[in-house]
């Protein structure tokens, strides 16, 4: 949860809009699971060749379920801007106790960031003028990045235990997705001159791929 030790107005309201994403999110994953349990996505036809309803599905199960994680998308992405809005001002709040001006980073998810790792997080040392390695590109709606709050243009600093100081090649980010399924990854991002701390779990989904979302290398 949000990692300031204030009380006010903001706070709370942030925490309660941090438990409206969860109950969002626990409801993709069971509507997720309805279309898994028919092996069916998103896209694919309702009909068979001859324009019937397809026999080896739950057709009114999985049109609803698609209608749903639609809905609870457009819910969730509302939810992220305010929650992302919240978080300021739980910082503007908590700045005059510690007799300290603004910085230029912000925070997401609950993680405080000034540019610098907190104990017991997995996010190394990352100076404001360090460049991002990686971009983000697309992301899938209700895809795992999508959940995590990841943004296309988003610029990656860090992914795990990959990082400006030791990234090579964008088949690191890849091992690092392959060997933490179901295991949640710590990833800084810079949006808008803010560094975002950021946490993705990656795991199957409703489409291909772990993450849903594409990540490249950082142009020079």
């Known amino acids: ?7 006010g107005p903001a706070r709370d309201r ?5 438990d409206e994403k969860d109950r969002i999110e626990s409801e993709i994953r069971e509507q997720n699971a309805v279309l898994e ?5 998103m896209h694919e036809p309702l009909v068979d060749d001859q324009g019937f309803p397809r026999n080896d599905i739950d057709v009114y199960k999985v049109r609803h379920a698609r209608h749903r994680i639609i809905c609870l998308q457009n819910d969730h992405k509302a939810l992220m801007k305010h929650i992302e809005q919240g978080l300021a001002e739980v910082h503007s709040e908590f700045l005059p106790y510690q007799g300290t001006s ?12 000034n540019g610098t790792r907190s104990s017991g997080d997995d996010v190394m040392s990352i100076g404001e003028n360090d460049q991002g390695f990686a971009v983000v590109t697309f992301v899938h709606n209700g895809s795992p990045a999508d959940l995590a709050g990841l943004c296309e243009q988003d610029e990656v600093l860090q992914f795990g235990s990959v990082s400006p100081h030791n990234f090579s090649d964008i088949t690191q980010v890849h091992d690092v997705v392959a060997h933490s399924v179901g295991q949640n990854v710590r990833l800084l ?4 001159n803010n560094i975002l701390n950021l946490t993705v779990t990656p795991r199957p989904w409703a489409q ?4 849903g979302c594409q990540i490249v290398r950082r142009a020079n």
Do not use: A, D, E, F
């Open 208 to 211: 291909p791929g772990l993450l």
């Open 189 to 192: 991002v810079r949006r808008n």
């Open 102 to 113: 603004q910085p230029t980073t912000s925070q997401t998810n609950g993680h405080k960031m």
């Open 1 to 7: 949860m949000v990692g300031y030790n204030s009380n």
């Open 14 to 18: 942030v925490l309660r809009l941090m």
């Open 37 to 41: 349990s028919n092996n069916i996505g």
